[in-house]
């Protein structure tokens, strides 16, 4: 299952520091500001800075608590963008439930290898969103879904890069 | 005395945590469907969220701002000289429909038929708009504490935008008309033949439901609303039919109408008031 984060923390950075409850709030809280943030000239689509948030700190950086801490990065998420509550703490739920098995294997990748999969959780959530949405409306998404999810994962390697350093694959010389 | 410390703590797995909150989200979700519980959080959550909005809006107001104030004298005399134009057909306009509206009066007196009631409006400016793509919503800058209730109808200068779903103290949240979870009713101001008019997740696009083959409908029909339902007041602008569309083998017609109000774009609003609202006020929620 990959590394054990520790108890009590959200998460772990380098040199074992941690960041405190409060202060996750604050990041999911800033994640959320820009979500609901319009882009000019396509205001249907919004980069899922929550996702991204959420999947950085349970692949990367990894503390104590991880479901319930998505549960709630959702439920707040829910909140901003009134949406149904529920929505979004479902999704991000199960990401968080299945980051662990894929943990290892994704870290030793270089950002841009890891988009496949970034997009496959980022599209999953959007999928049970959209579900959540049809449920309730009787509406199917459209192609602004999969837009939302191409940029957001955009921003995926950024992230990685500016925050973590690249793998190093050593090949042996001869 | 015995010690209560473990080396291995244990508790719930992730799995059964996991399960555990997988079933709240799930009972949230349908206690959000099925019943109205959560309503007034939701509404307490708009006046905690909506500031959050506003933040998002300061590029665009920025924007706005340094428009405004580094426009050029040739500009601003240009759109004045236009206003001006504007306010000059605009008075011609009223000074016709003054003498309309008496002559109407005098009409419904004679009728017997109710006077239709003054409206009392208010300007409400839009705060943001909630980023799910799939659904038509505005946050508003008024609310509870100026008097706004659920149901009530939203206009801009062109016509019916939509009507309020969930009021917060200072905020409130309207549904569009343009939402697939909307529908108005409507008449044809031609001929007054009625229908409803229902969103269809396309802000251009309007449409109107079973409507038989025989109606007498073209394209270019000026749509109001019907004062059907007791939602919306009689005589709002809805739109134009913009194309009307015999099916193969379906008894129904299929009309689309174009909204007259520009519901992507508009920035002020007009909540109206009427002696009507008490009707609706006290509804839970609409769209549904």
Redo the contacts between chains.
């Keep these: 299952?990959g590394c054990q984060g520790q108890?009590g923390s959200t998460m772990v950075l380098p040199g074992g520091k941690t960041i405190s409850l409060p202060l996750y709030f604050i990041l999911v809280?800033a994640a959320?500001?820009l979500?609901?943030?319009?882009i000019?000239g396509a205001?249907?689509?919004?980069i899922d800075a929550v996702a991204l948030l959420v999947m950085y700190a349970n692949f990367y950086r990894p503390g104590g608590w991880p479901?319930?801490l998505g549960?709630c990065a959702?439920l707040v998420q829910d909140?901003?963008?009134?949406?149904?509550?529920?929505?979004h703490?479902?999704g991000l739920?199960?990401i968080c439930?299945f980051i662990?098995w894929m943990r290892d294997a994704l870290r030793m990748l270089t950002p841009i290898k890891q988009l496949p999969i970034v997009i496959s959780l980022l599209l999953f959530l959007k999928f049970l969103?959209?579900w959540?949405?049809a449920?309730?409306?009787?509406?199917l998404?459209?192609l602004?879904?999969l837009w939302?999810v191409l940029l957001t994962s955009a921003f995926w390697p950024i992230i990685v890069g500016r925050f973590e350093s690249a793998p190093k694959i050593r090949r042996a010389s001869v | 005395m015995p010690s209560d410390r473990h080396i291995f703590r244990e508790g719930p797995t992730p799995l059964h945590r996991a399960v555990f909150l997988i079933g709240l989200a799930v009972t949230l979700l349908a206690i959000n469907y099925f019943t109205d519980w959560l309503d007034p959080l939701r509404a307490k959550a708009l006046d905690l969220v909506a500031p959050l909005y506003h933040v998002t809006n300061i590029p665009e107001r920025l924007s706005d701002w340094s428009q405004e104030n580094f426009a050029s004298r040739e500009e601003v005399l240009a759109e004045n000289q236009t206003l001006r134009d504007e306010n000059l057909i605009l008075q011609a306009r009223v000074s016709t429909m003054t003498s309309v509206v008496a002559e109407n009066t005098r009409l419904r007196q004679l009728l017997n038929v109710a006077e239709l009631l003054e409206a009392r409006v208010l300007i409400a400016e839009l705060v943001g708009t909630p980023p799910d793509s799939e659904t038509h919503r505005l946050i508003l800058d008024k609310g509870q504490n100026q008097e706004i209730f659920v149901g009530q109808p939203v206009l801009d200068a062109q016509g019916l935008v939509g009507q309020v779903v969930s009021v917060g103290a200072e905020y409130s949240e309207v549904l569009l008309i343009s939402d697939r979870g909307h529908a108005v009713p409507v008449q044809n101001l031609r001929n007054g033949v009625r229908a409803i008019a229902e969103g269809t997740g396309d802000f251009q696009r309007v449409r109107l439901r079973d409507i038989p083959i025989t109606m007498d409908l073209a394209v270019g029909d000026e749509i109001v609303t019907s004062g059907l339902g007791d939602r919306f007041p009689k005589g709002y602008p809805v739109g134009r039919v913009s194309s009307v569309r015999a099916v193969e083998g379906s008894p129904f017609l299929e009309v689309e109408i174009k909204p007259d109000s520009d519901l992507q774009t508009t920035r002020h609003m007009l909540l109206l008031f009427s002696g009507w609202e008490s009707r609706v006020f006290g509804l839970s929620r609409s769209g549904r």
């Design positions: 299952m108890a809280l959320c500001t979500y609901i943030t319009p000019p205001s249907n689509i919004r479901l319930t549960f959702g909140l901003v963008a009134f949406a149904p509550l529920g929505q703490a479902l739920t199960l439930f662990p969103s959209s959540v949405t449920l309730n409306l009787g509406i998404p459209s602004d879904a939302a």
